[in-house]
């Protein structure tokens, strides 16, 4: 299994960034799909999530409104649309797939597969 982020990159305070990663060596609609990020010194955390259909979407308070997470299943790639951007959402961005249950989207450790990630770089 693999899962390949690209676009991230360094944006402007209020500039917005699209993210985006492709899965492969999975049944891809099969699995939720989630973004996490990690800053410096911090622990990582969830930043949205999206079910395997698509019609469910989960957002951590900080993004709504600003992060709109997608999927197309026909390309095997979710995405994330990311507004409005902060100083403090530079991170570095990583996808993961959660086999779908229909819960613990939240919980990094019920992912069980990860990508690589991506910088996010937001200056002020």
């Known amino acids: 299994v693999q899962l390949q982020a690209s676009g991230g990159g360094l944006v402007q305070a209020g500039g917005s960034l699209s993210v985006s990663c492709a899965a492969s060596?999975?049944?891809?609609?099969?699995?939720?799909m989630g973004w996490f990020r990690q800053a410096p010194g911090k622990e990582r955390e969830f930043v949205a999530a999206?079910?395997?259909?698509?019609?469910?979407?989960y957002y951590e308070d900080s993004v709504k409104g600003r992060f709109t997470i997608s999927r197309d299943n026909a390309k095997n790639t979710v995405y994330v649309q990311m507004n409005s951007l902060k100083p403090e959402d530079t991170a570095v961005y990583y996808c993961?797939?959660?086999?779908?249950?229909?819960?613990?989207?939240?919980?990094?450790?019920?992912?069980?597969?990860w990508g690589q990630g991506t910088l996010v770089t937001v200056s002020s």
């Open positions: 060596g999975l049944i891809f609609n099969m699995y939720g």
């Open positions: 993961a797939a959660v086999w779908d249950t229909g819960r613990n989207y939240y919980n990094a450790g019920a992912y069980a597969y």
């Open positions: 999206i079910s395997r259909s698509g019609g469910r979407t």
